[in-house]
């Protein structure tokens, strides 16, 4: 297995540019979750998603869009890209126990994306 | 919602001390804690865990510590090593919306 993959490793934006940042499991886990990092601020959860279809949002959810058409795949797209959105975005899977959220807390993480907007 | 509290933000520590890390619950119906290493550059990952319906758990030189009474819970490690040096995470599923939220973790120095 793979595990969580992530595209791009790397990626550099101009403000106003928008973007996908690519998240695909191989682990049929029902609940993936995008998270950002910044530095002094931890993981802060952007936006959820406890099946296909199913979508929610988390801490900071704005100037961000997500879509869960099939099981393995979770994208995050940025809009209109901004300086404040530079940081490193994590995407994370795991097994959840239908409709309780309990199994989540163990979270397999990809490499993540580092992102710079100018 | 649940609340994540760690203490403390920074721990440095000589080789071969233990550290210790402290996560405080505000969540009574929490009955899983995980703890999770970050280490510089990398991605985290789930280093040890523990359920409600035990005291304590230990695997080598890490052990978490779980005080249900006083809704808290513990990283210990012993015989620090430079690789030990971290952030780490305590992240607590907040009951009402199912958001896992991992907070600022603390981050460990291990001095050589």
């Known amino acids: 297995n793979a595990g969580v993959t992530q595209t791009p490793k790397f990626q550099v934006l101009k403000t106003g540019q928008s973007m996908t940042l690519q998240c695909a499991q191989d682990m049929n886990h029902e609940y993936m979750s995008w998270y950002r990092q910044d530095p002094g601020m931890g993981l802060r959860l952007i936006h959820y998603?406890?099946?296909?279809?199913?979508?929610d949002q988390g801490e900071v959810p704005n100037g961000y869009n997500v879509s869960r058409s099939t099981t393995e795949d979770f994208p995050l797209r940025l809009l209109s890209a901004a300086p404040s959105q530079t940081s490193v975005y994590f995407c994370?899977?795991?097994?959840?126990?239908?409709?309780?959220?309990?199994?989540?807390?163990?979270?397999?993480f990809g490499p993540g994306t580092r992102l710079l907007v100018l | 919602g649940e609340n994540v509290e760690q203490h403390p933000s920074t721990l440095s520590v000589q080789e071969g001390d233990s550290a210790v890390i402290k996560c405080t619950y505000s969540?009574?119906?929490?009955?899983?804690f995980p703890w999770y290493k970050q280490e510089l550059g990398k991605r985290p990952q789930l280093i040890i865990d523990?359920?409600?319906?035990?005291g304590e758990k230990k695997d080598q030189r890490i052990a978490v510590t779980l005080n249900k009474t006083a809704k808290h819970f513990s990283l210990h490690i012993t015989e620090t090593q430079p690789e030990d040096s971290a952030v780490y995470f305590c992240?607590?599923?907040?009951?009402?919306?199912?958001?896992?939220?991992f907070g600022t973790g603390t981050l460990l120095a291990v001095q050589p």
């Open positions: 969540d009574s119906a929490s009955n899983y």
């Open positions: 994370a899977s795991s097994f959840t126990r239908s409709g309780s959220g309990e199994g989540q807390e163990t979270q397999y």
């Open positions: 998603s406890v099946g296909a279809g199913i979508t």
């Open positions: 992240p607590l599923r907040d009951g009402a919306t199912n958001k896992l939220i």
């Open positions: 523990i359920r409600s319906n035990v």
